[in-house]
Each structure stands twice: as structure tokens, then as C-alpha cells.
């Protein structure tokens, strides 16, 4: 054995036998892994994973389009006739091939499929390669194959020739996307609309601006704010189609790019499991179009299901795009515009390289059938009669050729001439010269026509997409639509499925005290906010047991974007020290941090206190100690006097004397203002940050109208959660006794009616319109006094005058059930609403606000509240 091959045994390994000569022939491995990890890397990057930027295509799928070339022959192959074809490029097994196939036949646009090939929506696989077919696709022979242009090379065993890369004259890459891993990167190119793209690239070509957004095959709702040109870092949020179907039911009707039918169910099972939501039972009844049904138990909220399947299942995924591709044999980062605009300016190039070539074809074709014509016509073969070697008969040709060929366009070679000599017999007995001046004549105008199309090749690349478009845009519209999504706070729409406990003298919260306090439902991801007798406060995370600290006052789910919860108070500051009431409320606070709301003297002490859901303010009476001459222990203290601050404030003094007693009064009201509420139609949700169209000012029994195009009308308490049918053809403040007037056509009857009519049940969903199939809402109005206008269709060449109706006057108020007036027996072609009548709407009666006597600020932490000798309320100003 040489020592270039010496390998040491296992034995010497370990027992340090090899001797110094051995030892330098040993090659470390570091060194070669070093050189092999790279060379492993580079052919993962460049050969497999990552599509190459002047085609779009992975060496296997280019391999699969190419073998379905060679094997065209307009009717379908058997695809694993088409996979062992293609291993004759391709260096690897069948099974890859076969997988590599059916997902480019799934995107329906390069192959035309045949058999089961699975389904993109329910997860199924395609039948085994045997036993479905394929061919090319119209658009894929049109649009992949040059074979003039296209650079070829060797196969990896050297018996076939290949195409380095496909000439394709469209951004392949874009309409079917892109996604592989290799080693130390990896690429993901969302698919884009294909008429989107096209009409993108013909604005390249305009030098427009363009925008370009992804299209999902699987449909659903796509939020692409941080899209980031499909470039690292960006972000694009898919949500599903999600509506109501009735009170109990939803149904999801479009998915998620990336999901199917089966992994989004798991999805919703594992949820409901956990807790997170609450379904009675799911049915998939997916076939050609995604069915999913969402069965609820009673008095669970749709709306809040909703959110929850977007915030704890796979209704919404997020999917992070990465444009990197393969450019001059390197990965190259960049964004799908980029990408966009280099493959465009291919195109242009590789429709001027197929433009040349047949210009070159052309004037060959003139060349020849001129140099034919005066062959013939002028009997130069004559000239070769008395010729006796082959020279002889190239010369003679030559010269009787010289008088006629001043017009060609190139010189005449030998190669010409020897053409000339194979012209049959029999065809120079037949020539007609004419019908030969008609060719040479239409080859001009086709060589005319082409240097033209050089000449404005921009001009005729985007006669080429619009051409494309109109060929092969039809059916192909945009399937994901593209929507601005809000944020969902999962613990706003988690299922509340345990309980929470405290035991208020140990200190003692978590759902694991069962023997304890109950407190509330909650979920294992809310908050909890905890007030102490000596004045601290605390937010933690829920658990089963947690010590937050003695002497419990108030404890509850805590939610940090609630505003509205007002928290009032009265403490006294030391042991001894005067006693101050503040109002205020808590929104950003760090979680398991002591917060004192007292002035954090020793031995301060919570006198009383309250927590208000909507700001209501309590009158209290307090009861003082005797102390000194004081006659009258006992005032009553306004809580809606004190102003709401931070929870910080020291308060405003209540007295300086010590405090016995606190007694509820009165209950209190509201001494918020009405919440203003606004709806965002980007979003189709409601806010209350001014974004969007201002629904109005509400207070806690306020409602909101709603009425959709399919005659069905609701009132609802606003909610931010609220989900909106695509229907919705009005949304406002509802005013119970303003009456709602529609016009719409009955079905049955064949007639138009107008009605006007109040909502009479707030809590029921109703339908105005009778039910027959072909009845419909023509318009609605919920003005006072709306006026219509009424068009007539012409009836044998004579045209009725409009006619205007005060929908007021034409009709009472009925009830929502009455079938309403007949409009017109004549033909209606349109109905439009106008400009109503002007009418003064009566005001809206407001609640009294508690009156407060005195013009002092009790807002100024600097007021103080004190008794007199006599049991008189003094204020003064520190």
C-alpha cells in the first residue's frame, strides 16, 4: 500500500502508533470540507434550488419543459413517459421530476393536465405519474420556444444537447412564483396576476410608473402594506374569506395562500382544544370551490369567532417574501419591480434577436427566388450544354449570371450557384414568371414589414403583451383582493374557558382557587389588575396561583386600551394624615410592577373605592370622627365633580379630619362623553381613532342601522369587533323614529312598490323585500323626506317624461311586513334617488347632566373640602 493511500487503523488511532513519516501524509478534514461544503453548496444554489433570472425556471423544471418539447406532437403524453425522458438531462430520480412536474401543471399555465392532479385547495396529491397525461399549453408553445435564439449546451453524460435557457418572452417567474431552500439561503417569490403583469410591462415600456402586488391562486384576502417590493424584510398578511352564513354558522369560502382545506381545520380543531375559540362542529364540503362550515353553540358571538380564527388559527397566515434568483451564475437579491423590468427588457431583446434572424430568412428566401427568376427567364442553364467538368459548368453560370445580378443584395457565391443546378427539369419547363414576381413581391412587403418592427421594436413588444392579454388573459382576473387588515388583540377575542379566583385576605389569585372568591371568565393569556387595600396596584399575567399581596380591594381582567373603565377613590395619606379622593384611569403599566396610587407615606390606607366600566361617577356620604367641635360629622361627596387624571395625581383633600365611616349614596351615571365612533371602508371595521367616515356620537344604548343590498335590515349595538357583510348598502346611527322608505321591484307581481316603514324589533334581523327569487331592492333612503326619480322605457318609439315622487307624501308609514303602494304599471327603466326634501329633524333629547353647585374648581388638587362648626361645606384654594 503506498502512502498516499495510507489510511491508519482504528487501533493506531487510539493507541498512538503512527509513526512520524505516516503522519505527514494525513490530509486534515477541515481542509476538505472546507473545499467540498463550498463546491456542495454551490451546485445546491446554482442546480437546484434557486430559479435562474433569465427564464424563471429551476434546471429541473427548464429539463421537464424542454422534454415536453421534444416530445410534442399536439396529444397528451403520459407523464412518466415524460419523467423518464427528462432523466436523460436531469442527474436525479424520478420521484423528484415527478413532484417538480405536477406542481408546475397545478399552476395551470404551462401544461395542459389531464387525469388527477390533485388539488392546490384540499391538500390531495396527483395519481402516480402512469396513470395522468400532459402537453404543452398553447401560451407555453408560444411564448418558451426559439430554438434559433436559444444557447445551448451538453447534458450532464454528453449524448444531448440542452438549452442553457429557455427564451421566454413573458416574467414566467412572477405569474407562477418561486420557492426553494439551498444551502445558506434560500428564495420565495410570490405568484402575481397575470394581466397585472402585462399590463406592468407595457408600462415599463411607456416609461410609467407601475406597482405590482401578488395574486394568490387559493383567493382569500391579502394585506400587502409591508410588502417591500417582495424583497427580505417585507411582509404580506392572508387572511381567509370568512362570512356569516346565519346567526350559528359561518362559512369560509376562499383560503390562505400556503394552507389547505385540511391543515386550516386542523387549525380550527386544535384552537377550539385549547380553548382559544368555541365551535360546535366544522363541515368540509369542498369540490371545485372551497366550502368550509363553522357551526357555533348558542350565545357565541360570530363576530368575535371571526377575529378569533384570524388571531389562533391559520385563517390568517403571514408570509415573508424573499426575491433572490441567479443571475451570471450568482445569487442575486432583488425586488419583483426589478424583476419585472429585467425580464421586459429581455423580451424586447429576444423579439429583436427572432426579428433579425427572420430578416436574414427573408432576404435568403428574395435572394434565391430572384437568382431562380433570372436563371430561368435569361436560359443561363443553357450556357452549361457544352461543358464537360463541374468548374466548367460553376463558371459558365457564374458569367451568364454578371449582366443581371447588379440589383441583389449580396454577392452571388458558389453555394448559390450549385442551388441553381439542382433546379429540376421540370420545373423550369413550368416556371411562370408572374406567379414568381407575386413572391419575390410578397417577400418585400414581409422584409419591409419586419425592418419596420426593428425600427420601432418598443412599439411592437407591447403590440406582442397586449396581444398575449387579449390571447390569453381571459379568466385569469385577480382572485386575491387586496385589503388594508386592523389589528386583532388576541386577548380581545380569545374564548374566555376558565375562571378566575381570589382570596382577597391571603392575597391569593389564579384560576387554581376554586374553594376561593370567583372573580370572572378568562383566558390563559389575559392580564390581571389587582388593587391593595394600602393603596398599590399591580397587572400580572393569569396563572393558577400567584401572591399579589394582602388585604385584596379589586381585582379584574385587565385591558390596557380600555379608556373607559374609571377607577374612584378615597385614601388617607399616612396613619393619621388627611384623607384625599382622586379619580383616574389605568392604560400602560409594566406587568408584575407596584404601583402606589397614594403619596407613599407609611401607613397609608384605601378608604373606598370603585371601578367604573364607563366612567360612572357615585355620590357618597361620608362620616367624620369626633375631633374637637366639630357638630356636624356626616357630607356628601359628588364623585362627578372630581376631574379623571393620571394615576399619579395626589388627589383633591377631602377632609383633615379622620374619617369613620364611607357610605354609598346614590349610584352615578356616566360622566364620559359619548364615545364618537367611526367606520374605516379600507378595513370595512369600525374605530374610534378617526379613520374614515364619522357614524356619530354614542352612548351605551345607541345603535347603528344596517341594510344590505338583499333587502335585509338590522340595528346592533356598535362594537369595534363588528364584521360587515360586502353588501352593506348602508351604515349610520339609527333614530328610532326616523323612518327608513325603499322602492323595490316584487318578483312575482312584476311591479314596482314603494314602502315606508319604521324598524320595530332593535334585536331581530329582518327582510323589507318579499321573497320571491327575482325580487329586489331598486333604492333605499333613510331621509325624512327623500324624493325618486322615475325613467320610463320607450314603448313602440315614444318616450314618457320622468316622474318625480315625494316617496312622503306618496306613502304612510306601515309597518315593515306591508307589501307598500304600487309605483307604476308602465315600464321602468331606472330609478334614481334625488336630493330630498329640506326638513328640520327634531333634536335629540340628552340626559341631564348632574348639576354642581359652586363655581370652585374641585378639578385643582388644590381644593379642599372642609366642615365648619356648624356642619357647612367650606371649599378653599391651597
Not at 422534454?67 to 430520480?93: C, F, I, W
Not at 404580506?236 to 370568512?242: E, L
Not at 335629540?844 to 378639578?859: F, N, S
Request: net charge negative; proline share 4%; charged share 30%.
Amino acid at each position: 500500500m503506498s502512502e498516499d493511500n495510507f489510511e491508519p487503523t482504528e487501533g493506531e488511532l487510539y493507541e498512538g502508533n503512527i509513526s512520524p513519516e505516516q503522519q505527514d501524509t494525513i490530509i486534515k478534514v477541515t481542509g476538505m470540507y472546507k473545499d467540498w461544503f463550498l463546491d456542495y453548496a454551490s451546485y445546491v444554489i446554482l442546480e437546484r434550488a434557486v430559479p435562474a433570472i433569465e427564464d424563471g425556471f429551476k434546471p429541473v423544471q427548464r429539463r421537464i419543459m424542454h422534454s415536453l418539447k421534444e416530445l410534442d406532437d399536439g396529444r397528451y403524453n403520459k407523464v412518466a413517459n415524460v419523467v423518464g425522458h427528462t432523466m436523460q438531462y436531469h442527474p436525479h430520480g424520478d420521484a423528484s421530476i415527478g413532484d417538480a412536474m405536477v406542481q408546475i401543471g397545478q399552476k395551470d399555465l404551462l401544461i395542459d393536465t389531464q387525469g388527477n392532479w390533485g388539488n392546490i385547495l384540499t391538500g390531495d396529491g396527483a395519481a402516480a405519474s402512469r396513470y395522468i397525461e400532459a402537453r404543452l399549453s398553447k401560451f407555453a408553445l408560444e411564448v418558451l420556444y426559439s430554438p434559433k435564439i436559444t444557447t445551448w449546451q451538453l447534458s450532464y453524460d454528453g449524448r444531448k444537447n440542452e438549452p442553457v435557457h429557455l427564451p421566454v418572452k413573458f416574467p414566467l417567474l412572477l405569474a407562477q412564483g418561486a420557492e426553494g431552500i439551498a444551502v445558506g439561503l434560500s428564495t420565495k417569490v410570490l405568484p402575481h396576476n397575470f394581466n397585472e403583469l402585462v399590463d406592468a410591462s407595457i408600462k415599463i415600456l411607456k416609461n410609467k410608473p407601475f406597482t405590482i402586488y401578488p395574486d394568490f391562486p387559493t383567493g382569500g384576502v391579502a394585506d400587502v402594506s409591508g410588502y417591500n417590493d417582495g424583497m427580505r424584510g417585507g411582509r404580506v398578511r392572508v387572511r381567509a374569506k370568512v362570512s356569516q352564513l346565519d346567526k350559528s354558522t359561518l362559512v369560509i369560502t376562499q383560503i390562505p395562500f400556503s394552507t389547505n382545506t385540511s391543515s386550516l381545520i386542523d387549525s380550527i380543531l386544535k384552537a377550539n382544544e385549547k380553548g382559544k375559540i368555541k365551535i360546535k362542529k366544522i363541515e368540509d364540503n369542498t369540490a371545485a370551490d372551497v366550502e368550509i362550515l363553522i357551526h357555533l353553540p348558542p350565545g357565541v358571538s360570530p363576530d368575535k369567532t371571526i377575529d378569533a380564527l384570524f388571531a389562533f388559527t391559520a385563517c390568517e397566515t403571514s408570509i415573508a417574501p424573499l426575491g433572490c434568483v441567479i443571475e451570471d451564475h450568482k445569487p442575486y437579491f432583488v425586488g419583483v419591480s426589478d424583476m419585472l423590468k429585467i425580464s421586459t427588457h429581455r423580451t424586447v431583446q429576444l423579439l429583436k434577436n427572432e426579428l433579425e434572424i427572420q430578416l436574414d430568412e427573408l432576404e435568403e428566401q428574395w435572394h434565391f427566388l430572384s437568382l431562380e427568376r433570372i436563371f430561368i427567364e435569361n436560359r443561363i442553364y443553357r450556357l452549361i450544354e457544352e461543358e464537360e467538368t463541374w468548374e466548367g459548368v460553376i463558371n459558365a453560370i457564374d458569367e451568364g449570371l454578371k449582366p443581371f445580378t447588379k440589383h441583389l443584395k449580396r454577392a452571388v457565391t458558389e453555394e448559390d450557384i450549385v442551388r441553381l443546378t439542382e433546379i429540376r427539369i421540370k420545373r423550369i419547363s413550368k416556371f411562370d414568371i408572374d406567379k414568381a414576381q407575386e413572391k419575390i413581391e410578397v417577400l418585400e412587403g414581409e422584409i419591409a414589414q419586419v425592418k419596420h418592427n426593428l425600427e420601432h421594436i418598443i412599439e411592437f413588444a407591447i403590440s406582442y403583451f397586449q396581444n398575449l392579454k387579449d390571447k390569453y388573459g381571459k379568466g385569469r382576473e385577480r382572485k386575491t383582493e387586496l385589503r388594508s387588515f386592523d389589528n386583532i388583540e388576541a386577548t380581545k377575542v380569545v374564548l374566555r374557558n376558565t375562571k378566575l379566583y381570589v382570596n382577597r385576605e391571603e392575597g391569593f389569585i389564579g384560576t387554581g382557587l376554586k374553594k376561593d372568591e370567583y372573580v370572572a371568565d378568562c383566558s390563559d393569556i389575559d392580564d390581571v389588575i389587582v388593587f391593595l387595600r394600602d393603596g398599590n396596584m399591580m397587572v400580572t399575567k393569569v396563572d393558577v396561583k400567584t401572591f399579589v399581596g394582602k388585604d385584596i380591594l379589586h381585582v379584574a381582567v385587565f385591558d390596557k386600551n380600555d379608556k373607559r373603565t374609571i377607577y374612584n377613590m378615597i385614601y388617607r395619606d399616612g396613619k393619621s394624615g388627611p384623607s384625599f379622593v382622586k379619580r383616574f384611569n389605568v392604560s400602560g403599566v409594566t406587568r408584575d410592577k407596584l404601583y402606589d396610587l397614594t403619596q407613599g407615606t407609611k401607613g397609608s390606607q384605601v378608604l373606598y373605592f370603585s371601578a367604573n366600566p364607563n366612567g360612572e361617577a357615585e355620590v357618597v356620604t361620608v362620616l367624620l370622627r369626633q375631633v374637637g367641635s366639630i357638630k356636624k360629622l356626616k357630607f356628601d361627596l359628588d364623585f362627578a365633580a372630581i376631574a379623571i387624571k393620571g394615576r399619579a395625581s395626589r388627589g383633591n383633600t377631602v377632609s383633615k379630619y379622620p374619617i369613620k365611616k364611607i357610605e354609598l349614596k346614590e349610584k352615578g351615571i356616566s360622566t364620559l362623553k359619548p364615545r364618537r365612533i367611526w367606520f374605516d371602508d379600507t378595513v370595512h371595521r369600525l374605530n374610534v381613532d378617526g379613520r374614515g367616515e364619522l357614524l356619530g356620537e354614542f352612548r351605551p344604548n345607541d345603535r347603528l342601522l344596517i341594510i344590505n343590498q338583499s333587502g335585509k335590515i338590522k340595528t346592533i349595538i356598535p362594537e369595534l369587533s363588528t364584521h360587515f357583510d360586502e353588501g352593506m348598502i348602508v351604515l349610520e346611527k339609527w333614530v328610532p323614529k326616523k323612518p327608513v322608505s325603499a322602492i323595490y321591484y316584487d318578483g312575482e307581481k312584476e311591479r314596482y312598490f314603494v314602502k315606508r316603514f319604521l324598524v320595530e324589533n332593535e334585536n331581530k334581523e329582518e327582510v323589507f323585500i318579499t321573497e320571491h327569487p327575482n325580487s329586489q331592492l331598486e333604492i333605499v333612503s333613510t331621509d325624512y323626506r327623500p324624493v325618486a326619480e322615475i325613467i320610463f322605457s320607450k314603448v313602440k318609439g315614444v318616450q314618457k317624461e320622468n316622474l318625480t315622487v315625494d316617496l312622503e307624501n306618496f306613502i304612510a308609514v306601515k309597518g315593515i311586513k306591508a307589501l307598500g303602494n304600487q309605483l307604476t304599471t308602465d315600464k321602468v327603466r331606472q330609478i334614481n334617488l334625488l336630493e330630498p326634501l329640506p326638513f328640520e329633524a327634531p333634536e335629540e333629547e340628552i340626559p341631564e347632566e348632574m348639576e354642581v353647585k359652586g363655581e370652585v374648581d374641585l378639578t385643582d388638587d388644590s381644593t379642599t373640602i372642609t366642615l365648619d362648626d356648624d356642619g357647612q361645606i367650606t371649599l378653599s384654594l391651597d
